[in-house]
């Protein structure tokens, strides 16, 4: 199995819900990502998890956060979320932060309203 | 800053052609380079990857080349084939132990039948 599933594939949120989004990845890989992709545009990375443990946040707003339950999942929380933030949410994983060979999920496509 | 960039947004060849995608790199520090592939609706596959210390690398139909001294890269595709329309992006490696990868724009190749 070389899959990475997230869940769900669409979500529209307003600005005072709180919603969460979910990956999950049964390679055994130790390392999972977090990147936003807005339209036309490349990847940009927001948190990296490495052995369950958050090991990178590229400064990511609050409102934001991820959590990594067990070595197969990863969430992210979304709180007062504003438009600006509606993008694709990708997750990755890869078998160590140090192993370049990343696998990624087909994404949640957020729309904030 | 560091940034890693794409010579054209878009490229169309006709199927059985070759294709040759440019990526222009300006962190000389960087010492990892990836190709992605993101076709719609999904999340980028990679396709090939080159330390630093090499300059070309093949696999399947596709060959990447890099040169150093004026900082390029390049992800060529032999015999394109009408499955490989997609977006392309490459990706620096900033830190081989952090799992950081910063992306470049994009090219989008069309293959024409």
């Known amino acids: 199995d070389t899959e990475v599933t997230q869940t769900p594939k669409h979500l529209v949120m307003g600005m005072t819900n709180k919603k969460s989004l979910k990956c999950e990845q049964h390679?055994?890989?130790?390392?999972m990502y977090w990147y936003k992709q807005k339209a036309k545009k490349p990847p940009e990375l927001m948190f990296v998890?490495?052995?369950?443990?958050?090991?990178i946040n590229e400064s990511v707003p609050s409102r934001f956060s991820p959590e990594c339950p067990n070595s197969s999942l990863l969430n992210l929380h979304l709180h007062a979320l504003q438009p600006e933030d509606s993008a694709l949410y990708l997750c990755?994983?890869?078998?160590?932060?140090?192993?370049?060979?990343?696998?990624f999920g087909p994404g949640t496509r957020l729309t904030v309203t | 800053g560091e940034s890693v960039g794409l010579h054209l947004p878009t490229l169309s060849v006709q199927e059985g052609d070759n294709s040759i995608i440019n990526c222009a790199y300006s962190n000389s520090a960087s010492d990892y380079f990836i190709w992605y592939k993101q076709e719609s609706g999904k999340g980028p596959q990679f396709i090939i990857d080159i330390r630093s210390n090499m300059d070309k690398r093949q696999g399947q139909r596709v060959t990447v080349l890099l040169n150093k001294t004026v900082k390029h890269l390049s992800l060529q595709i032999a015999a394109t084939q009408p499955g490989d329309s997609a977006v392309y992006f490459c990706a620096e490696i900033h830190n081989t132990n952090a799992g950081k990868s910063t992306f470049g724009d994009g090219t989008t190749l069309t293959v024409k039948p």
């Open positions: 990755a994983s890869s078998q160590g932060v140090g192993s370049y060979e990343q696998y």
């Open positions: 390679m055994g890989h130790r390392a």
């Open positions: 998890y490495s052995y369950e443990k958050l090991s």
